[in-house]
Structures are given as structure tokens and as C-alpha cells.
């Protein structure tokens, strides 16, 4: 496993570094680099690696959504308001209700099929949108506005809205009742899982304040709780559900609210964390693509991917409605919003192993999302941030 990790990191560094030489997204390279080295490719990794890849990917969320928390104002988020909470629902909606209408005359799926199929391609990719937002929170482009913010908020709901759809999608197509008390889940583990993460933040704000440790005893403390929330999340769905990734994210929230100066410290911490992380978590994500797959995608798998993208897009465009902001933000964040990449790789292969008959053309779809959306929107967010976003202050009016 040593020599696994080892090319994980010096490949995956390597080819990071051509990428963004040539003014292209370096994750992109990562991405590559677990396609050349993973079961699809050169077969370099060991199983080992492979059979703790999801728990690794999950540690990398862990320290990208934290280190997201820590940067958070309150403040902030308030005054983004109406526009962030429709984002949590509505683009990834009107792509899900997009493929359930087109999907079944190009691929020649079942209406339910391919709600399954929308379930898996809505989610947006918190790893590849966090660490951009976090940059130009960073950098002061679009904060006036609260933009950075906005899109922070709306694409960690999303995930959660997405995922007990996609759950409750599978359950109908193996025959199992779904009830509106499914449906209620998704409130239920939104609401939950931010007074959760408010909790276990007052608790480390006081427990950081009472006595006196190292930051990076700190940072390890709040890794091994957030690890804990995500297992108890998973163990306790059936009977309390709670979204363990936005209780991670509000437990740096609330950290942030109660002691800015030690969240300002312990986010700095993160940022060099981060870039170990983002190595490991993009590497592993391209280690789950089969090319196979996408090159017998073929153009209705492309046409469907394009497709739930023109609805999502159309989506966020709802949801501005009513601000103030100008056409090109706007369209920064219709592509900012665009990014799929590790619901994909975590649910993608689920309808296939649950012996749905569309499964393989479901994961086939998810691998080709990955390998379009991942590194366009990631460019896009790269080279228009600082051409259709300003630096100045100004008023955000709903």
C-alpha cells in the first residue's frame, strides 16, 4: 500500500503540475493519474488501496467541508438568503425532471430508470466547487455579493436533496414502498444535521477555549469527530436521519462564529492539509472510471449529459431571479454550478449492483459526467471568476 500511496501522490503532483502549465485544471491531471494507475488502466494500485478508496475520499470531504465551515460568515450567508435556499432544490430538480423526459426516448430507459439516472447525474461536485469558492472568497471576487457564499451554501444541500432521491428512486425499482415519509426525509436531514454540527461546534468552541492545546491537536480532534459524525449518519439513517456532511460544515460554521480568530488560524492549517487531500480524492476518483465505459458511451449518452446541464443551468437561472446580479454573474454561477464528480463515482456503479437492468448504461453515463463536467467546470470557474466577477464593494438587495 506504501508504493500505492507513494505514486498516488508523486504521479498525481506530477501531472497536477502539467495540467495547470498548460492553463488547464489540475485536477484534471489527477484524474488521469488514477485512470493510468487504477483496475482500468495499468492496474498499479493495490486492492487494499481500492477497497478503503471511498473511506479516503470521504476523509478528503472531510477537510475540504471543514476547512469550507471555517471560512463561513453567518452574516454572510443571511444576506444571500432566498437565492442560496433555491439552489439547495430547484437546478438539480429541473435536471432530474430534464433526463426523465428525454432519457427514455434516446437511451430507451423506463421512467423510472431514468429518474435513477437524474438522481445520479444532479448532485454537483462539492470537491470540485469548495476549494474554488474558498479561493475567491479568498481573493475578494464576488463577496460584495456574497456570490462565493451563495454557491458554498446551495451545492452542500444539494448533495443531500439528491442523494434520499436517488435512495428512495432505487427502492421503488426494486420493489420496495417508498412513502411520503421518505420524502420527509429530506428536510429532516438537512434541519438535523445543522443543529448536530451546531452542537458538536459549541461544545469544541468551549472545549478549545477551557483548555489550552496545539492547532494541529485542534485539527485533528475535529477530524476524528467529523469522521465519527459521517459513520453516525450512515448507522443511525433508518432511525434518525441526519445529513452528516452539512454537520461537518456547520460545526465550522459555529467555530467560525464563536472564535473567528482560532477558525482564521485553523483554516490556514486546513489549506495546507488541503493539498495532500485534493491529490488523494482526485486520483481515487479517476481510479473508479472505467474508459471502457465512457467510450461505449456513445452520442445519447453525451446528448443526456448535455442535456441535464442546459436544465440545471436553466435551474440556477431561476433561482437569481429578483437579485441584483448582472448578467455575467449569473452566468458565473450557472457554470459554477455545473462540476459532477464524487456522488458520481460513490452512486454511479450502485444500479449496477443492485442487478437494475439499466445499471450498466446508468454507471456508463456517470463516467462520462465525470470526464466532461469535472474539468470544464472547473476551467470555467478558473478563467471567468476574475472576468465576470468584481472585487469591489458593493450592496447585495434582494
Excluded at 133 to 138: N, R, S
Excluded at 232 to 241: E, M, T, V, Y
Excluded at 261 to 274: D, E, P, V
Aim: overall charge positive.
Amino acid at each position: 500500500m506504501l508504493t500505492s500511496l507513494a505514486l498516488i501522490f508523486l504521479v498525481g503532483l506530477l501531472l497536477g503540475r502539467v495540467f495547470k502549465t498548460i492553463k488547464l485544471p489540475s485536477l484534471l491531471g489527477m484524474i488521469m493519474t488514477g485512470m493510468l494507475l487504477g483496475p482500468y488502466g495499468f492496474d498499479f494500485l493495490v486492492p487494499s488501496m481500492l477497497e478503503i478508496s471511498a473511506d479516503l475520499r470521504q476523509l478528503a470531504l472531510i477537510v475540504i467541508l471543514t476547512r469550507a465551515g471555517l471560512s463561513l460568515d453567518m452574516a454572510d450567508l443571511k444576506k444571500v438568503g432566498r437565492p442560496a435556499i433555491l439552489m439547495c432544490f430547484i437546478p438539480a430538480t429541473l435536471e432530474i425532471l430534464g433526463i426523465i423526459y428525454f432519457a427514455p426516448s434516446i437511451l430507451g430507459l423506463t421512467i423510472m430508470e431514468a429518474a435513477i439516472l437524474g438522481t445520479v447525474l444532479a448532485a454537483v461536485s462539492p470537491a470540485v466547487i469548495v476549494p474554488r469558492m474558498l479561493h475567491l472568497m479568498e481573493q475578494g471576487y464576488g463577496t460584495a455579493r456574497s456570490i462565493p457564499q451563495m454557491i458554498l451554501a446551495g451545492a452542500s444541500v444539494d448533495d443531500v436533496y439528491v442523494i434520499v432521491l436517488f435512495t428512495a428512486f432505487t427502492s421503488m425499482a426494486q420493489g420496495t414502498a417508498v412513502g411520503a415519509k421518505d420524502f420527509f426525509e429530506i428536510p429532516i436531514s438537512i434541519v438535523l444535521g445543522v443543529a448536530i454540527g451546531i452542537l458538536v461546534g459549541l461544545g469544541l468552541a468551549w472545549f478549545f477555549q477551557k483548555f489550552k492545546i496545539q492547532d494541529t491537536v485542534k485539527i485533528i480532534i475535529i477530524i476524528s469527530l467529523s469522521a465519527l459524525l459521517l459513520e453516525a449518519a450512515d448507522q443511525l439513517n433508518q432511525i434518525i436521519p441526519f445529513s452528516g456532511l452539512l454537520a461537518i460544515m456547520s460545526v465550522g460554521i459555529t467555530i467560525y462564529k464563536k472564535s473567528p480568530n482560532l477558525a482564521g488560524r485553523l483554516s490556514n492549517q486546513y489549506n495546507k492539509i488541503w493539498v495532500g487531500a485534493e491529490v488523494l480524492l482526485f486520483v481515487l476518483v479517476g481510479a473508479t472510471v472505467d474508459l471502457n465505459y465512457a467510450l461505449q458511451a456513445g452520442s445519447g449518452a453525451l446528448a443526456i449529459v448535455v442535456i441535464g446541464l442546459v436544465f440545471r443551468m436553466t435551474g440556477v437561472w431561476i433561482s437569481l431571479i429578483k437579485t441584483v446580479l448582472n448578467f455575467k454573474e449569473r452566468a458565473f454561477v450557472m457554470m459554477a454550478y455545473t462540476p459532477k464528480a464524487t456522488v458520481q463515482a460513490a452512486i454511479g456503479g450502485i444500479p449496477l449492483a443492485l442487478g437494475l437492468a439499466a445499471g450498466n448504461q446508468i454507471l456508463t453515463v456517470a463516467v462520462l459526467s465525470i470526464l466532461i463536467t469535472a474539468p470544464l467546470g472547473a476551467l470555467c470557474i478558473d478563467y471567468f471568476y476574475p472576468r465576470f466577477l468584481k472585487k469591489e464593494e458593493s450592496s447585495y438587495d434582494q
